[in-house]
């Protein structure tokens, strides 16, 4: 399959919610570093669902935003840049970017809603950073084929949308399955440690910080799910 995408959004929760009845998926989404102020790598896990039968195809979600805890904040100007092309990702694969660009890997799984053994279509994603974007760089599993998605990215947030997949009408395949690590890495500059990635400056008073993802389904349907995460103060 030749257009597969991958929702970001950014974080492992120690604590994620689960989905409530209707929900059109559960998520965990959270920081790896547990102290604030410290570079972090982050994981989202995402299991999409059809509330009204759990063997049917999900709903197709088009719109991803991942909002990290008030006070933390991504710098796309700690890692090197990836400044290749779609063309030249797509072409040449993940060495088309530096190797310092690459920020994270992923799994993705498409259900296209046919029956059979093609149903389910997996990909790796190799995740590539460029200047206040994130780049999705999506491999079919035992072929060549890829797809490139680029997310935007703010002080603390990434927005990732996702056009129609290939799969049975009228709303196309939809995405299943989501497990992304964004990896802790962090630079060096006058004296001054930066992350690409960082947990807020402090440990609020209830020991844990939120994440928040939001989705927006094909339908106007549009959802949240919060993540506690646990911290502690430094000693």
Same mark, same amino acid.
């Given at each position: 399959?030749?257009?597969?995408?991958?929702?970001?959004?950014?974080?492992?929760?120690?604590?994620?919610?689960?989905?409530?009845?209707?929900?059109?998926?559960?998520?965990?989404?959270?920081?790896?570093?547990?102290?604030?102020?410290?570079?972090?790598?982050?994981?989202?896990?995402?299991?999409?669902?059809?509330?009204?039968?759990?063997?049917?195809?999900?709903?197709?979600?088009?719109?991803?935003?991942?909002?990290?805890?008030?006070?933390?904040?991504?710098?796309?100007?700690?890692?090197?840049?990836?400044?290749?092309?779609?063309?030249?990702?797509?072409?040449?694969?993940?060495?088309?970017?530096?190797?310092?660009?690459?920020?994270?890997?992923?799994?993705?799984?498409?259900?296209?809603?046919?029956?059979?053994?093609?149903?389910?279509?997996?990909?790796?994603?190799?995740?590539?950073?460029?200047?206040?974007?994130?780049?999705?760089?999506? =491999? !079919?599993?035992?072929?060549?084929?890829?797809?490139?998605? #680029? *997310?935007?990215?703010? /002080? &603390?947030?990434?927005? %990732?949308?996702?056009?129609?997949?290939?799969?049975?009408?009228?709303?196309?395949?939809?995405?299943? =399955? !989501?497990?992304?690590?964004?990896?802790?890495?962090?630079? #060096? *500059?006058?004296?001054? /440690? &930066?992350?690409?990635? %960082?947990?807020?400056?402090?440990?609020?008073?209830?020991?844990?910080?939120?994440?928040?993802?939001?989705?927006?389904?094909?339908?106007?349907?549009?959802?949240?799910? #919060?993540?506690?995460?646990?911290? &502690?103060?430094?000693?």
């Amino acid at each position: 399959m030749a257009a597969i995408v991958c929702v970001l959004a950014l974080g492992a929760a120690t604590a994620g919610a689960l989905a409530a009845s209707g929900a059109y998926q559960t998520a965990r989404a959270g920081f790896k570093q547990h102290f604030p102020g410290r570079p972090t790598a982050l994981r989202l896990d995402i299991d999409y669902v059809n509330s009204a039968d759990p063997s049917a195809k999900p709903a197709a979600v088009r719109k991803v935003i991942v909002r990290l805890a008030r006070g933390a904040h991504i710098d796309t100007s700690v890692p090197a840049l990836c400044e290749a092309s779609d063309a030249e990702l797509m072409a040449v694969g993940p060495g088309a970017c530096p190797a310092d660009s690459r920020v994270g890997r992923g799994e993705v799984t498409v259900d296209t809603g046919f029956p059979g053994p093609g149903r389910f279509v997996d990909a790796h994603v190799d995740f590539f950073n460029n200047a206040d974007e994130l780049i999705f760089l999506n =491999t !079919v599993k035992g072929s060549d084929a890829r797809t490139v998605i #680029r *997310a935007r990215v703010g /002080r &603390r947030s990434t927005v %990732t949308e996702s056009p129609m997949l290939p799969g049975t009408p009228p709303d196309g395949g939809a995405i299943d =399955t !989501v497990h992304i690590v964004l990896s802790a890495i962090a630079t #060096r *500059a006058g004296g001054e /440690r &930066r992350g690409y990635i %960082t947990t807020p400056p402090r440990c609020p008073a209830s020991h844990h910080w939120v994440n928040a993802v939001t989705f927006g389904y094909d339908n106007d349907v549009t959802q949240t799910v #919060r993540s506690k995460i646990a911290c &502690r103060s430094a000693s």
